[in-house]
């Protein structure tokens, strides 16, 4: 054999060494359950074949624009205040669809450059406009409204991972999904109960802190006859569910409209206990927030703020002094309270709500038998295909043969090799669909190159010669087939969603293995073929 | 072995017959898509809520058609599933039976609906999470675990719950049954009627797609595949010429025209779900593949038999190729037919379009590419022109 030969046949084992690797790892045992398990944990399967919870969630990042433009709405209020700016109404006109839009009302027209630099100064994020009738428009930048929903998009995706890892799922899914819709998509395989995961999820509502103003009441009715009736514009009435069961029956409180921090101004909280070894709850504010929570309490010193998670008051505390971004709550709480709290306030650091848009939970049985059969179907395909171009090509069949497995086993290990580098590439149906084109794209190339020698050795060429200009004739198609493929593919992924990207990333390395296989490696055993034959010997094709 | 042996068919003298045959598929496909059915389009697509049932009887639909309607659900399609011995029901609700604030109301509605006459204080085996039932275990304390007893009656649970799902296919029909499974502690199951009943009926898979996503997703797939088609069009047009990358296109179209069609025809028995998108692309990928190889062929001859009408050429190229042609559609139509039969219910649809797919696509590759090649050729001639692709000869 020469050496060039020999090189490359050693090159091949090396990558098919490689790509077994992939598949199996070193097993622990070389028994058919020792390989079975190898096998499990390197290919990771899809939900749709392996059984669990798949739910994709609408994070409302209009919230959070929301409390950004409610917190400018008080900035606004306080500096008007401060440099004695006259004004009628500062409001938000549409917080439904423009949250970001405020307009300001009644300014003198000398006060226009007081405004002016005020919003420079103090809301850089927003932009300001003379509106029709005297009004101010304020709008936040574009930039910023999108980096602060997507904030809220990543933080959302952050808490919830806290969240589910409490569960103990594993290789859990939690990711962006779409382009740019802003919503998550939650995958835990082997969760057969879609109702506990978004209980799990629910609890990570919105967190506020506010100012409480009155409360609390025993019921809805007493808050109201209380204020006479109407609560006024600035303030709403929250209903109470306070931690570790200090109270008994319904409670109601009257809190402001407008929260001091929120979620997003959260760091962290823990519990702990003060000096005299009563439970407690620190926690840490971002220095924004810290700012604002300084004005906040300095304002209402001796006054009460409430803790509110999903608009319900979870922790009532009296405000001793003014604080920054380092808080204590304490008093009256028993160790289990503290921990509750502390978890509410690190989960609840969601700046935004969620809702569901679609939930699916596959049941375990159903994806082993679409396993099963799914299975049962390839190799009873596969068999044929091999057995067939044994029969049809003889010895070339050989060729093909082997480079239909290697590819198989290429691409198999490309799954495994993604599961060791950590970036889980699994196995869905629409990626079996992929590897079935693969296989069909792997025998058409070995067609297209055998019909070609066979035509040039009819055309009287010798078996050396024919192999060469069969290769030759057959690359330049298998060329343009794979690419347009390829690029097909790779556009798919790029603009596709979930199960298409799963088909267009088997199909891409399935292609790419097969160029590898049914053009290097076969040529490489016909040209081994040719070097043991005798000069004018006929080629088994 | 050799099936062909210099053959020599006239194709294009017959693309009166190819183009009736077309015609007749894609407008009765057409016709169906636009007044009959429309596209079928899976719940992945329009949204609403797929239940399937599996029951410990046979089912009764029309019982379970009262129950629905007593639940006061509109318009539910309730119909058997995969093979009869099964006992399975997929009940199938619209996509006003969802909605933002509670995505599942329509399952929780079935499920409340089918529970008929619960024991009180008793909860559902068929339908218990691993969650549920490892709570009651906690509570109950059979093995007499004491306080440190969680992973293991978390183990129990999930035993119990395996062998529900995956040794009795989903449902159980005696609560007895649990004495023998495998690796469920005798204590244990021995505790389950305290806490425990029986329905006649486990959910084996939900699907729920609120409205909102389906457009997106359409909108999505659409695109993609849009996308996709323009990135084959440039690169063919960049390496054989402008017309070739048409000609796939539309052969691609017409492919994928047919197929959608054959689907609304049969509607309602298969659906376009997301998988059977994935089938489309596949097919996609295969008819141009195989066109492909077709035009690789032709451009080979055109450089070497240059007084031949195109037309000659083109035949030619089709009779070269066509050993390879069917050798590979046989065998990929041979995969698809084992995934097709032995595949189960699950690939159905996405089988059966790519059964579709690889005919069509392959008879359309010789019947449609080639043609509208020569018929574009013939024209720039009455026009005239110097057809594409041909040589040129310049006085120097």
Do not use: C
């Amino acid at each position: 054999m020469n050496k060039n030969l020999l090189w490359k046949l050693l090159f091949i084992i090396g990558t098919m060494l490689f790509f077994l690797f992939g598949i199996f790892g070193i097993p622990k045992s070389v028994s058919g359950e020792g390989l079975m398990t190898a096998l499990t944990d390197h290919i990771h399967l899809g939900l749709d074949l392996k059984g669990g919870t798949h739910l994709i969630l609408q994070v409302q990042v209009n919230d959070a624009v929301n409390v950004d433009a409610q917190n400018a709405v008080e900035v606004l209020k306080e500096q008007f205040r401060s440099h004695k700016i006259e004004y009628t109404e500062i409001s938000q006109p549409d917080p439904q669809n423009n949250p970001d839009h405020l307009v300001i009302k009644g300014v003198p027209l000398e006060a226009r450059s007081d405004l002016r630099s005020i919003v420079q100064d103090r809301l850089p994020e927003y932009d300001v406009n003379s509106g029709a009738n005297n009004a101010w428009v304020l709008a936040m930048k574009a930039s910023k409204l999108n980096d602060l929903k997507n904030r809220a998009v990543s933080q959302a995706i952050e808490t919830i991972r806290n969240r589910v890892d409490a569960l103990g799922v594993s290789e859990p899914t939690i990711q962006e999904h779409g382009l740019g819709q802003y919503q998550i998509l939650v995958q835990l395989p082997g969760i057969d109960d879609p109702g506990r995961v978004k209980d799990l999820i629910q609890n990570t509502a919105m967190l506020e802190i506010k100012q409480v103003i009155g409360g609390p009441y025993p019921s809805q009715q007493a808050a109201l006859q209380d204020k006479g009736g109407i609560v006024p514009i600035d303030q709403i009435l929250l209903p109470g569910n306070t931690l570790g069961g200090r109270t008994e029956g319904e409670q109601w409180f009257l809190v402001s409209r407008v929260s001091a921090v929120s979620g997003k101004d959260l760091r962290h909280a823990d519990p702990s206990s003060d000096q005299n070894g009563q439970p407690d709850v620190n926690f840490q504010l971002t220095r924004d927030g810290g700012q604002r929570f300084y004005n906040f309490t300095s304002a209402h010193v001796k006054e009460s703020l409430a803790v509110v998670l999903d608009n319900k008051v979870r922790e009532v505390a009296s405000i001793n002094e003014p604080i920054r971004d380092q808080v204590q709550i304490s008093g009256h709480m028993d160790a289990q309270a503290a921990k509750d709290l502390s978890m509410i306030l690190n989960s609840g650091a969601l700046p935004a709500s969620i809702h569901y848009l679609e939930e699916r939970t596959v049941g375990p049985s159903l994806g082993a038998d679409s396993i099963r059969s799914g299975i049962t179907a390839a190799v009873i395909g596969m068999v044929a295909v091999l057995v067939f171009m044994l029969v049809y090509y003889r010895g070339a069949g050989i060729n093909a043969d082997v480079a239909l497995i290697l590819n198989l086993i290429i691409l198999l290990g490309f799954l495994g090799w993604s599961t060791i580098a950590g970036v889980n590439v699994a196995l869905t149906l629409p990626g079996i669909a992929g590897v079935i084109l693969t296989v069909g794209m792997g025998v058409d190339s070995n067609v297209l190159i055998f019909e070609r020698i066979r035509e040039e050795l009819k055309n009287g060429k010798t078996p050396p010669s024919a192999v060469d200009q069969g290769f030759s004739h057959a690359w330049i198609t298998i060329v343009d087939t794979h690419v347009t493929t390829i690029v097909s593919a790779a556009i798919l992924f790029i603009f596709g969603s979930g199960p298409v990207k799963g088909f267009a990333t088997t199909l891409t390395f399935g292609l790419l293995a097969n160029l590898f296989t049914a053009v290097f490696v076969s040529r490489v055993i016909f040209d081994w073929v040719l070097s043991r034959k005798q000069r004018g010997e006929a080629l088994s094709i | 072995m050799e099936f062909f042996h210099n053959v020599n068919i006239d194709f294009l003298g017959k693309k009166w017959y190819f183009l009736s045959f077309s015609l007749i598929f894609s407008v009765a496909g057409l016709l169906s898509l636009l007044f009959w059915h429309g596209i079928p389009w899976g719940v992945d697509f329009r949204g609403g809520t797929l239940v399937y049932v599996r029951f410990s009887h046979p089912p009764d639909v029309s019982a379970i058609r009262a129950a629905m309607d007593r639940a006061g659900l509109r318009n539910p399609k309730i119909q058997p599933y995969d093979q009869p011995s099964l006992n399975e029901v997929l009940i199938d609700l619209d996509v006003r039976e969802t909605s933002e604030a509670a995505l599942d109301q329509g399952k929780t509605k079935i499920i409340n609906a089918l529970e008929t006459n619960p024991p009180a204080g008793k909860q559902d085996l068929n339908n218990a999470s691993s969650l549920a039932i490892k709570n009651y275990l906690m509570d109950k304390d059979p093995m007499h675990l004491g306080t440190d007893a969680e992973a293991k009656y978390t183990a129990q649970a999930q035993a119990i719950v395996d062998f529900r799902d995956k040794v009795r296919g989903g449902v159980l029909s005696s609560l007895d049954e649990l004495k023998g499974a495998q690796a469920v502690d005798p204590a244990a199951a021995a505790s389950m009627p305290d806490g425990f009943y029986l329905s006649d009926f486990g959910v084996r898979n939900v699907e729920i797609v609120g409205p909102q996503v389906g457009g997106q997703l359409r909108t999505q797939a659409g695109l993609a595949t849009l996308y996709s088609l323009l990135g084959m069009l440039v690169y063919l047009g960049f390496r054989f010429e402008w017309i070739y990358g048409i000609a796939a296109v539309v052969t691609v179209f017409h492919d994928t025209l047919i197929t959608v069609g054959a689907f609304s025809l049969l509607a309602p028995r298969f659906e376009i779900s997301l998988t059977v998108i994935a089938a489309i692309l596949t097919l996609i990928g295969y008819s141009n593949n195989d066109t492909i190889v077709v035009f690789d062929r032709i451009r080979e001859n055109i450089k070497l038999m240059r007084r031949e009408k195109l037309s000659e050429i083109v035949n030619r190229s089709i009779n070269q190729t066509l050993s390879r042609t069917i050798l590979t559609a046989g065998l990929t139509f041979l995969t698809v037919l084992a995934l097709f039969l032995f595949g189960g219910e699950v690939l159905r649809g996405f089988s059966l379009a790519l059964v579709i797919g690889i005919l069509i696509g392959t008879y359309s590759s010789i019947a449609i590419a080639a043609p509208i090649l020569v018929a574009y050729q013939e024209w720039r001639i009455e026009k005239g022109k110097r057809p594409v692709g041909m040589p040129v000869a310049r006085a120097r």
